[in-house]
């Protein structure tokens, strides 16, 4: 591609759109740098496109000339409009979900910029404005300066369209430099101007400027409390799951020990108990209840240093366990030995531990202190 005034050539390096409306491609002219890069929009030179051809050709001799329009030439039955390309990031990478409070007036600041870049343009190109303000078109590079590519390759189809649709783009230019705080439920002022951009209520984007710097006010004297719900709400779906996770676990955990307490439970019955020997009565330890042991006894009198169950004497108050025993009508030591212990071989230890003679007749309502067999077995021992 020639340039018809200064008789220089764009080399193109990428095609960005290529169909029978227009072509977009980036090029450069002289040095292949990043500085002398272009988007050079080519567009058929006939009588379907001479609309356009008037209007960026009044554009690019008016006084309010984009300083990115640089050249317009025609060439071989097309005509050409570049501009100044810039290799940096676009407005949604830039600023997708990277909330910061200390961030956020520096991107107020940019949002604003890139309005008024917008507003500029003179609004009888309307449809040149409307392809400045699509989002992608609109790059801001790491010293905040503000780039609009001004690739054309939508310019038909804001033909014979009105305002609405510029003030929808900008809603989403505003959607993208302040991702976070427009889903924010709290920040309730900026969705109202942003429902109003895509209702298009908005005559002019200095009067939407006014709105939105009340709205950003508004927003940073927003509660800290509420910022932090509003952060607390971006991992509550993964504090959820691991909950949810933490939770199963748990069950499965404890349905695995059940499981296993129970096996063991099982096994441990099955299990002989081993018969203990305390002072020449065998417990075998299968019963809960003390008083239903199983016991067998041996011969006293033929073992050797050991003392007969009928010769115990307890001495009243003797430091040993016991249970109290309310006398009923008929009751004798004799009766009482055969119901508590099943055996009368203890009557000696319950009159001698009560301070009585084994004649002694009972008194109904008293209380008799019965010692504890075990104890009884112990005492023998020693």
Not at 62 to 84: G, I, Q, T
């Amino acid at each position: 591609m020639r340039n018809s005034t200064k008789n220089s050539d764009y080399v193109v390096i990428a095609n960005l759109v290529e169909n029978e409306k227009i072509s977009v491609f980036i090029a450069y002219k002289g040095k292949n740098t990043l500085d002398n890069l272009y988007i050079v929009n080519q567009f058929c030179y006939d009588k379907d496109d001479m609309y356009f051809f008037k209007k960026l050709f009044s554009l690019f001799n008016s006084d309010n000339r984009p300083k990115e329009f640089v050249d317009f030439f025609v060439k071989n039955n097309k005509f050409y409009a570049v501009f100044k390309y810039q290799e940096t990031q676009g407005i949604k990478e830039k600023y997708e979900k990277n909330l910061s409070v200390t961030a956020f007036d520096d991107r107020c600041k940019i949002l604003e910029l890139i309005l008024m870049k917008i507003s500029a343009i003179p609004r009888i190109h309307h449809e040149i404005l409307g392809c400045a303000s699509e989002p992608q078109n609109i790059k801001v590079n790491e010293n905040k300066n503000i780039f609009i590519t001004y690739n054309l390759q939508n310019i038909f189809k804001y033909r014979g369209s009105d305002t609405k649709t510029i003030f929808e783009n900008i809603k989403n230019i505003i959607l993208d430099v302040l991702p976070a705080e427009c889903n924010a439920k709290f920040n309730k002022q900026l969705h109202i101007v942003i429902r109003k951009c895509a209702e298009g209520v908005y005559s002019s984007i200095p009067e939407l400027i006014v709105e939105l710097r009340k709205a950003e006010k508004i927003s940073k004297a927003t509660s800290w409390l509420s910022y932090f719900k509003y952060r607390f709400s971006f991992y509550k779906p993964l504090i959820l799951k691991i909950g949810k996770t933490v939770l199963t676990c748990s069950v499965i955990a404890g349905l695995i020990y059940l499981g296993y307490s129970k096996i063991n439970e099982g096994l441990n019955t099955n299990q002989a108990a081993a018969a203990v020997t305390i002072g020449g009565i065998t417990y075998n330890g299968n019963s809960k209840d003390e008083s239903e042991k199983v016991i067998s006894t041996e011969n006293q009198d033929n073992q050797n240093n050991t003392k007969s169950a009928d010769d115990i004497i307890l001495s009243e108050g003797l430091d040993m366990e016991y249970e109290d025993y309310v006398v009923q009508q008929d009751d004798t030591i004799s009766s009482i030995c055969e119901q508590y212990y099943k055996d009368t071989k203890y009557i000696t230890a319950i009159a001698t531990f009560n301070g009585m003679e084994i004649t002694d007749k009972l008194t109904p309502g008293t209380i008799l202190k019965l010692p504890n067999r075990t104890a009884i077995a112990l005492y023998i021992s020693k």
